[in-house]
T-cell receptor, first 111, second 109 residues
Framework: GAGVSQSPSNKVTEKGKDVELRCDPI?????LYWYRQRLGQGLEFLIY????????KSGLPSDRFSAERTGESVSTLTIQRTQQEDSAVYLC?????????FGPGTRLTVL | GQQVMQIPQYQHVQEGEDFTTYCNSS?????IQWYKQRPGGHPVFLIQ?????EVKKQKRLTFQFGEAKKNSSLHITATQTTDVGTYFC?????????FGTGTSLTVIP
């Protein structure tokens, strides 16, 4: 595709359930980022993947959050035992040098 | 830890007025990027500044990177309604980008 895609676009879940969010980066982009954006707030860095190097997980807020990426392809962000404070838009971005191209985001609502 | 502060948080201007948003980092940055996010949309890259004291222009937008590489500004001349959105700076010291809290711009026709 021409851009970064994310799925689902919206996810409503019940507190305590696990959710998995998917990001398809632009083909050839070696770097991939996950961010969280709460309503009316800025972007909060979560995790960074660069090629086959070990990911930078320093932004993950708790051990309920994890992410995987196989090579330079799809990435999944998993949130276990969701809490209401996890409600936010989760944005994925990919880049080949420095410029980041953002996907449309997944809006997660935890009831 | 690394912090990037951005002011103001909100700005309302009459169409045709100028607008400036300021970004300040607690540490020296290797580069800084600016993004625009339209309401309901996702951030879109505007520009990257790398050199100390660098100034770049894109039509009515002027971007500056401070001499100490710890602050930056975005200035819009003669705002238009199409400029509405939230402007974020993102400072980098390596792999990570630290986004500012954003400045939400409203342009009143």
């Amino acid at each position: 595709g021409a851009g970064v895609s994310q799925s689902p676009s919206n996810k409503v879940t019940e507190k305590g359930k696990d959710v998995e969010l998917r990001c398809d980066p632009i083909s050839g982009h070696t770097a991939l980022y996950w961010y969280r954006q709460r309503l009316g707030q800025g972007l909060e860095f979560l995790i960074y993947f660069q090629g086959n190097s070990a990911p930078d997980k320093s932004g993950l807020p708790s051990d309920r959050f994890s992410a995987e990426r196989t090579g330079e392809s799809v990435s999944t962000l998993t949130i276990q035992r969701t809490q209401q404070e996890d409600s936010a838009v989760y944005l994925c971005a990919s880049s080949v040098r420095v410029k980041q191209f953002f996907g449309p985001g997944t809006r997660l609502t935890v009831l | 830890g690394q912090q990037v502060m951005q002011i103001p948080q909100y700005q309302h201007v009459q169409e045709g007025e100028d607008f400036t948003t300021y970004c300040n980092s607690s540490t020296t940055l290797s580069n800084i990027q600016w993004y625009k996010q339209r309401p309901g949309g996702h951030p879109v890259f505007l520009i990257q500044l790398v050199k100390s004291g660098e100034v770049k222009k894109q039509k009515r937008l002027t971007f500056q990177f401070g001499e100490a590489k710890k602050n930056s500004s975005l200035h819009i001349t003669a705002t238009q309604t199409t400029d509405v959105g939230t402007y974020f700076c993102a400072g980098s010291t390596g792999n990570q980008f630290y986004f500012g809290t954003g400045t939400s711009l409203t342009v009143i026709p």
